[in-house]
Every structure is written in C-alpha cells, then in structure tokens.
C-alpha cells in the first residue's frame, strides 16, 4: 500500500457513473444508476412485505434498489420482474440471474448477471468521505492498520472509506455462496497502488462452505462515491 495515490476526478452525474461502471464491468453485465429517493408505489406486490412496516425513508431506498435491478435487468435484455426478500432479507433474484444492490445517502447502484456465466457478485457504494478515527479500529485488521500508519490522517480517513466499501462488497459477494455471517476483522483487505483494485482475503473460510479464500475487486471513485465490486465467473 505504500504507493497509494489518492487520485480526485471529476464528480460525475449517476447516468455518466453508470457508464463508466459499465465500462469497467464489461458486457454482459447489467447495471443501473437511480436516485436513492424511490417511489414505494412502484413496488411490486411480492416486494412489498419486506418493507410494509418500515420508515418512509426505508421504503423509498427499498424501492430505488428494487428499480435499479428491474433497468439492469432490462440492460441485458431480461424482463423485469419482481425481486422479494429471501427470509433471510436478501434479494431474491429470478431463477438464472445473479445480482447485488447498494445505495448510500445520495444513490443507489444495482447490477445483475446471467448466473451460468457468472458464479456471484457483490457491489458496494459509499459517499466519499473520510471515515472519521474512532471507527478505524473496527473497520480495519491490524495489518491493515500498520500499512496505513504512514499516512496522514486525512488520508487514511479515506484510506478507510475504501478498505470499509471493498469489504462490503467482498461480503455481498460471499454471502450468496455460503450464508456467512463475517465481520470486518475477517476480511483483509489490500489496495492496489491507485486504489482502483484490490485484493481480500476471507479469514478462517471453511473450504467445504466457500468458493475460495481469497479474491479480487475493482473500486471506482468521483468526488461524491466510492463503489467497489467483486465478480466472480462460474465453473467449467
């Protein structure tokens, strides 16, 4: 991590993020960019039980995630259709898609995938913003930590932010294939020198439960977000 370049680029509109994830995501990937601000009645029937007794503000992040997926859907030429909540509160995607949802206070990002080519994906978007210092301890391992001692603390605020959204999206990502429940401490996190790659690896992973131990992700940054994603392909 030593040669970190914390790198600014323009803020970019959600239509021109999503291009620019569609750009590095590659074919065959649907995805979409929407306002976290949903419509609820735009929900389907199915759908609407997850969040029938939630905040308004709930309700309409709920239903922006549920959007995102149905135009990502249709970004690779799938009908949209209802996506309910597993028991567990997971999106439940239609049979021969994988997918994964995130929003934070300004947007939300969904993408989708035909499950024969791909195996899983996990996605994450955070405001970008420095991750404030109490937190760090929880977030990062100690490892993690020692690497980023060099640093000044503003930079590793934002050091922070992206190991916090990697590992997110590393959860999104293992969680379809195992049902584990991880906590930061188990995924370790190592940037790539311009913070636009990474690599994690899944601590104490039963080999009969998990797909691998180790993986790699991508991270997109703009003055506003930070999104990180994992995809894996499926086996021959």
């Not at 922006?64 to 567990?88: L, N, V």
């Not at 060099?150 to 590992?167: D, I, M, N, P, Y």
């Not at 439960?209 to 703009?222: F, R, S, Y």
Request: a neutral charge.
């Amino acid at each position: 991590m030593s040669a970190i370049r914390l790198a600014e680029e323009p803020s970019l509109s959600l239509q021109a993020l999503r291009q620019r994830l569609a750009e590095r995501l590659g074919p065959g990937i649907g995805i979409a960019c929407v306002d976290v601000d949903g419509d609820p009645r735009r929900l389907y029937p199915e759908e609407c039980a997850a969040v029938r007794l939630a905040v308004p503000r709930r309700q309409r992040e709920f239903a922006a995630g549920r959007q995102a997926a149905r135009r990502a859907m249709m970004d690779i030429g799938w009908a949209p259709s209802a996506i309910p909540s597993a028991p567990d509160r997971s999106p439940a995607w239609p049979e021969g898609l994988v997918g994964s949802i995130s929003h934070n206070d300004q947007a939300c990002v969904a993408v989708v995938c035909p499950r024969g080519q791909w195996q899983a994906i996990g996605i994450d978007i955070e405001v970008h913003r420095s991750i404030e210092t109490t937190l760090w301890s929880t977030i990062c391992t100690p490892q993690e930590m020692a690497l980023l001692s060099s640093r000044t603390e503003q930079l590793r605020g934002l050091a922070v932010s992206h190991l916090f959204s990697a590992k997110e999206a590393v959860y999104k990502w293992q969680y379809p294939l195992t049902g584990r429940m991880l906590d930061f401490q188990q995924v370790h996190i190592t940037l790539g020198a311009t913070m636009q790659t990474f690599s994690a690896r899944i601590a104490d992973t039963d080999p009969a439960a998990a797909p691998a131990t180790e993986v790699n992700g991508h991270i997109l940054v703009d003055r506003d977000h930070i999104v990180s994603w994992v995809l894996t392909r499926a086996s021959c």
